[in-house]
């Protein structure tokens, strides 16, 4: 009986000292988890707005609910464009996706220089780009292109190193079991329970996504949808329990509040040093998250808007998940294309001071706006990254945070084997004299990174 006692008592021990590691399901436990270094070490990502929205092509994602509720332009559009008593339902069969290539999209995204992609499986409007055994025969599997849109993009992104996340809506425009719990004020859960969670559990279980990006939570606390024992079982026990990421928008009650990296707004770019990990989702196309038929030259951000988002997101400590909407026959369109591999070439180039790094102590330089700083731990030293937005015009670029010592070195990225010089400026600035280069040897002509070490304040 003694040694029975002594192995019970180690067991319940042991048990419990398990037991302790594991997250429980409050706020509190779940946002003590460390954040999976292989996000904030990736920096870039894309992101893909491609559904039966993508169709029609015209306005944004929420179509069917600015049609329903009589917005004039989208009631104009149907007018003009398809016969009388169309619906938005009728779309899904022309979603037919013919010339969608995974493995020509993987290529794009790794020429992007992007180290993740998340592809909106789900957005309000309901329709799933799986097969998914909840959503009936609203899905790809059952009409449109009648195949696993996810699957296969999925395992070409994987296939060329990228990581692979997921967006899921919480809610629907006008599913009736949720419009059903609206009315009832969100005092019955009908439709997280037999909807949104087990969506969730299918897309955790089958594709293993290393990202989850929850949205739609405009109404309905987070009480209301479960989240807490969903990420309780996503950390303990699922599949990705060791690597997934997930983000801020779980409930109306838990944006920029919880969550493994907030995402706070659309377009969210603060512009100062946060205290928690978060992601700038922004679009290539200044108007819409998905692809329009109506898109022209102008409407799409330069490689020097791009840069300037980017910088200023990275500085401050955030990633950024930048948008395209693919056309409703599967095409990343050209000048979506262009634009990322224009930037993919600048990251080429540029890198060093992107992925991996670390926010400096100084985000903007107050001398010179268009400089954006990062930093990197080296083995003796730190590096640290100017990155500079417009070349001065006299060729000597003035900046205020760095204070050299006689042993720091200046570099200028893609322009390899020459340390720069530098003098102290009238007003106490580090002013750095830029090369007199021939355009064909500028390593960029929209953005140029000054590589500094042994800093007296690195």
């Known amino acids: 009986m003694g040694k029975l006692c002594v192995l019970v008592s180690l067991a319940v021990f042991v048990f419990a000292l398990t037991s302790a590691k594991r997250y429980q399901p409050n706020w509190e436990s779940l946002d003590a988890r460390p954040l999976p270094a292989w996000y904030d070490e990736a920096k870039i990502g894309i992101f893909l707005h491609w559904g039966v929205y993508s169709v029609p092509a015209f306005g944004s994602a929420w179509f069917w609910y600015y049609l329903y509720h009589g917005v004039p332009a989208y009631v104009e559009f149907m007018k003009q464009n398809y016969r009388p008593g169309f619906t938005y339902q009728d779309f899904a069969a022309d979603f037919h996706a013919s010339f969608f290539d995974p493995d020509e999209w993987a290529d794009i995204f790794l020429a992007s220089g992007a180290r993740y992609v998340v592809l909106v499986t789900k957005h309000h409007e309901g329709f799933t780009m799986w097969p998914s055994k909840y959503s009936f025969n609203w899905n790809a599997g059952a009409v449109g292109p ?56 299918e897309l955790v279980n089958t594709y293993q996504p290393e990202l989850i990006w929850s949205d739609g939570p405009m109404d309905g606390p987070e009480s209301y949808w479960g989240t807490l024992d969903f990420l309780a079982w996503l950390y303990n026990d699922s599949p990705v329990k060791d690597y997934v990421v997930v983000n801020d928008r779980w409930g109306n009650d838990t944006i920029c509040h919880h969550g493994g990296f907030w995402d706070c707004s659309d377009k ?33 951000l330069s490689l020097n808007e791009l840069l300037t988002v980017m910088a200023r997101t990275i500085s401050c400590g955030g990633n950024l998940l930048m948008n395209v909407g693919p056309s409703s026959d599967g095409r990343i369109i050209p000048i979506f294309e262009e634009r990322l591999r224009q930037f993919g070439k600048w990251m080429a180039v540029n890198g060093e001071a992107i992925y991996y790094s670390k926010p400096w102590h100084t985000q903007q330089d107050n001398a010179t706006k268009s400089v954006w700083y990062t930093s990197q731990k080296l083995i003796a030293t730190t590096a640290v990254y100017a990155i500079v937005l417009e070349w001065p015009g006299n060729n000597t670029l003035s900046l205020q945070a760095p204070i050299p010592t006689p042993s720091t070195t200046v570099e200028l990225l893609g322009y390899p084997g020459k340390f720069l010089k530098y003098i102290q400026g009238a007003m106490g600035t580090m002013d750095i004299l830029l090369p007199i280069l021939n355009p064909v040897d500028m390593p960029s002509t929209d953005g140029w990174v000054i590589k500094m070490k042994n800093l007296k304040n690195q």
């Open 146 to 201: 009648k195949r696993d849109l996810l699957g296969d993009l999925l395992t070409a992104v994987r296939a060329k190193g990228m990581h692979f996340g997921v967006y899921h809506s919480l809610f629907e425009f006008f599913n009736p079991l949720y419009l059903e719990d609206k009315a009832n004020n969100y005092t019955t859960r009908n439709f997280p329970t037999t909807k949104t969670m087990p969506e969730l559990y």
């Open 268 to 300: 969210y770019n603060p512009g100062v040093l946060q205290p928690h990990k978060w992601e700038s989702a922004m679009t290539v196309d200044r108007h819409s998250w998905t692809h329009r038929r109506n898109i022209n030259f102008e409407d799409v």
